[in-house]
């Protein structure tokens, strides 16, 4: 081994300097070139306005649209009254008309509510006409509605409006006094009316409602709350498990759930709310539920017509978006297959029918996908037809130049060798062509019909229809991006499964 | 073309190899007309089913498809030009059909941009900062998924798993998810493409990688060098020329996919050639089409040949947009 001293490899890089030392104009160039993507970065933040555009950004709600991906929320809102609660779902709550969550625990007792009489509630300050209107109208009002109590037992609640007992009602209900919901181990929120108790981990956080008017925190805010300013709505956070608002009128839970609601059947189904051993029993053997159709029946029935989910209405985008891809491969493949030999040099020695041809694929594939897209959309309606003809002449324009590329390039000899012994014409690209560059053109079909499954979701988002179409819509709303998940996750599946199919068959045609 | 002629008599020998033939002739043929058989009925099925699912029936809307032909002819052939251009029309009559100047961006004081040039620029660098985006993170991430430089079975796996996610996930959904957060505009545009673009070129890039000639990392190995030190002067110099290729063709790609998103709310002439084709406005629809299409060319026309530069001839391919 040959072992050199520092002198000696001081020499030999001082005999070849450049080697050792790059010349000042290459060294020039990469400063030019690292200074000239620096530059181009700063224009393009300017030309963008990036930072502004990063700045105005809707980033709080980024991860509750990220967290809808997967998981859910159940939104009940705990409305104050004088001296009792009442708990509401919003209409269309995945918990279904009757929702009674484990999670969310009341107390019930009876207390005295205040009815507003028919006519003089209106304004119980106005003590004349209430209190004439009380004289009167107390008798009636005791046989209509049988809670009443007589007009002198007055409950506490309308102590600040002595003179117009009698105008007010009240009667004696069971009612909600004391919610308490349960947010995740050790995380829970107290609602009574005046007050509301919110505890994380072992603080706790009491707050003093004025009804109407005011949320008053007791002592500092927990880092978890925050306020806007003194006075208005508390914001609680509790990590991923969910938040509530404390507005001065009622609370607003919302509490989050892993998974996806109601995948197999809404609220309105028979089904709903059984477990997969109920619903198995019920479909095998159960009593028919609906009279006149077997369970089975109505199971599919409720599952394909799911209101949240669309089973039905997605597989059946899913496969227009596959019709798409596929019969715009396949036709774009017979019309170029021809074309291309018409455009090979060495097959049909035209040079201008060549070169003719030649510009008309660059045409058709260079007028983008997203302009035959748009075109044939606002002519055959949208729709799986505008996407097939889309994909057909964008590919027969990339099929048509690389068909006659391969043509181009192929070893002459065989061919040579067949119109030796005489055959006719066709037989010549029949039997010395056509062996050399099927396997080729069909893996180059196999490749794009591939990648074409996933264009067609593009271009259907501009209204060639397909999933791509409906998964646009369901982006646009902002509040179903767990149904964008469930169609992204069908076709990625879709996008694998046509990966390996192709990538198979290719290795069988040319072993690659 | 039959090798035996009738008229021959053939041995014991002879006529098993006949038989053999015999039976493998017929079972090819019978998987032919079985494979023709099938995508003939696959394709009668999809035809059926994409002609009764479409909104209108493909032989009602033929005449349609002339009429809209027919519609996209302008009240004269200057018009095109002055669309184009934002020159004042004729016919104005203060519709958004004729306004043309309207969309000038100015420049200066006189000078001005045509609205679409602008446009199209807006396009064009969408689809230059999301490569740009691509080749740096992709050239990061390619090194760490190639077998001959990362020994670490688990960091290989997770990073060619995580590329595989960012190529598969479409980019409709990415750039759907930020325009809900950022509001239109070019920059959920340039961030959809350019994650579809790292998980793109990482793959194209760590395939290079592994094919790369590894002596001059070894001689590097021998003399002690790190891992970066082996990368960047080991393998990136041999990468490089290759590298670039797959980016500009990458680009070529991108152009064309940043088009597309900005026509659902992207920005940039995606969003004006949508607008244009669905308000009936010919002879803006016929302008954007031709810059569209003359910008398509030349990008492809300069990458060719900046390819044909960099590697010579074997970098001639035509890629899927995929």
């Not at chain 1, 300050?125 to 046989?143: C, K, P």
């Not at chain 1, 069909?442 to 591939?450: D, K, N, T």
């Not at chain 2, 809307?61 to 030009?81: A, K, N």
């Not at chain 2, 021998?222 to 990136?236: C, D």
Request: aromatic share 12%.
């Amino acid at each position: 081994m040959t072992v050199l001293d520092a002198h000696e490899a001081d020499a030999l890089a001082a005999r070849h300097p450049d080697v050792f030392e790059r010349s000042p104009r290459k060294r020039l160039v990469v400063w030019l070139i690292t200074g000239g993507i620096v530059l181009y970065f700063v224009f393009a933040w300017w030309f963008f306005s990036i930072g502004q555009v990063f700045a105005n950004g809707n980033w709080g709600i980024a991860g509750t649209y990220m967290a809808d991906w997967i998981s859910y929320e159940i939104r009940p809102d705990i409305e104050y009254r004088q001296n009792h609660l009442e708990i509401s779902f919003p209409r269309f709550s995945p918990l279904g008309d009757n929702p009674a969550p484990d999670w969310l625990t009341e107390k019930r007792a009876t207390v005295e509510i205040e009815t507003e009489s028919p006519a003089g509630a209106a304004s119980p300050s106005s003590s004349t006409s209430g209190g004439f209107l009380g004289g009167l109208s107390g008798g009636n009002e005791s046989d209509t509605s049988g809670g009443l109590l007589g007009p002198m037992e007055s409950g506490p609640s309308s102590a600040d409006l002595p003179e117009v007992d009698q105008s007010v009602g009240v009667r004696r209900e069971e009612a909600v006094i004391e919610a308490s919901v349960s947010i995740g181990a050790g995380k829970r929120v107290d609602v009574f009316p005046g007050r509301v108790e919110v505890s994380r981990g072992d603080e706790t956080l009491i707050l003093d409602i004025v009804q109407g008017e005011r949320v008053e925190p007791r002592g500092p805010l927990p880092d978890w709350a925050s306020q806007r300013e003194p006075g208005a709505k508390v914001l609680v956070q509790f990590g991923f498990a969910g938040r509530a608002e404390i507005e001065d009128d009622e609370v607003k839970i919302r509490r989050r759930f892993l998974g996806w609601e109601n995948f197999f059947f809404d609220t309105r189904s028979p089904f709903f709310d059984r477990s997969a051993g109920d619903v198995a029993y019920l479909v095998l053997f159960g009593e028919p539920l609906q009279p006149g159709r077997s369970n089975a029946a109505l199971a599919w029935d409720n599952f394909v017509n799911n209101a949240d989910w669309q089973h039905g209405d997605v597989w059946l985008k899913l496969l227009q978006t596959i019709v798409m891809a596929f019969v715009g491969t396949v036709l774009a493949t017979l019309l170029a297959f021809p074309l291309a030999f018409a455009a090979a040099r060495n097959i049909y020695p035209s040079r201008i029918g060549n070169f003719m041809l030649k510009r008309f694929f660059d045409f058709l594939r260079s007028v983008d996908m997203l302009i035959w897209a748009l075109f044939f959309t606002r002519a055959f309606g949208p729709g799986p037809l505008a996407g097939i003809s889309a994909i057909f002449f964008t590919d027969t324009g990339t099929f048509g130049k690389l068909y006659s590329e391969a043509l181009e390039n192929i070893d002459d000899k065989q061919r040579e060798g067949v119109r030796s012994v005489g055959a006719a014409p066709a037989s010549v690209q029949r039997y010395g062509v056509l062996p050399q560059v099927l396997p080729v053109f069909l893996s180059q079909s196999l490749y794009f019909w591939e990648s074409n499954t996933r264009s067609a979701t593009i271009i259907g988002a501009v209204g060639a229809g397909g999933i791509g179409l409906k998964l646009w819509e369901a982006m646009r709303t902002n509040s179903d991006w767990e149904n964008v998940a469930y169609m992204v996750l069908l076709i990625l599946l879709v996008v694998f499964v046509f990966d390996n199919i192709s990538s198979a068959l290719r290795r069988r045609l040319i072993g690659t | 073309m039959s090798v035996t002629s009738p008229g021959t008599v053939l041995s014991a020998a002879g006529q098993t190899i006949e038989a053999h033939w015999q039976a493998l002739a017929a079972r090819r043929r019978l998987y032919t007309i079985g494979g023709i058989l099938f995508m003939v009925l696959a394709m009668g099925g999809s035809l059926w089913f994409a002609n009764e699912s479409n909104a209108g029936k493909f032989f009602d809307r033929l005449p349609y498809v002339f009429d809209f032909i027919g519609q996209l002819i302008p009240r004269d052939g200057m018009e095109i030009w002055r669309a184009l251009f934002d020159l004042p029309s004729p016919y104005d009559d203060g519709s958004l059909k004729y306004n043309y100047p309207d969309g000038r961006v100015y420049l200066t004081q006189s000078l001005y941009m045509p609205e679409y040039f602008y446009k199209m620029l807006e396009t064009i660098n969408i689809a230059l900062v999301a490569t740009f985006i691509g080749f740096g993170l992709g050239f990061v991430l390619s090194f760490l998924a190639a077998s001959n430089l990362t020994t670490r079975r688990w960091l290989r796996f997770f990073v060619r798993r995580f590329m595989e996610v960012l190529r598969a996930f479409p980019e409709i959904v990415i750039a759907g998810f930020f325009l809900a957060i950022l509001s239109l505009g070019a920059v959920p545009a340039i961030m959809a493409v350019a994650i579809h673009t790292i998980g793109a070129l990482g793959k194209m890039f760590f395939e290079v990688v592994e094919n790369a000639d590894m002596r001059a990392e070894e001689g590097l190995r021998a003399v002690g060098a790190t891992w970066v030190e082996r990368v960047w002067f080991g393998i990136v110099p041999q990468v490089l020329p290759n590298f670039l290729s797959y980016a500009l063709l990458r680009l070529e790609i991108n152009v064309r996919a940043s088009t597309i998103i900005g026509a659902v709310g992207g920005g940039g002439i995606g969003e004006v050639l949508r607008l244009s084709i669905s308000q009936g406005h010919e002879a803006k629809t016929l302008a954007i089409v031709l810059l569209l299409f003359c910008t398509i060319v030349a990008v492809d026309q300069f990458s060719a040949w900046l390819r044909h530069r960099l590697v010579g001839k074997q970098a001639f391919q035509t890629a899927p947009g995929g």
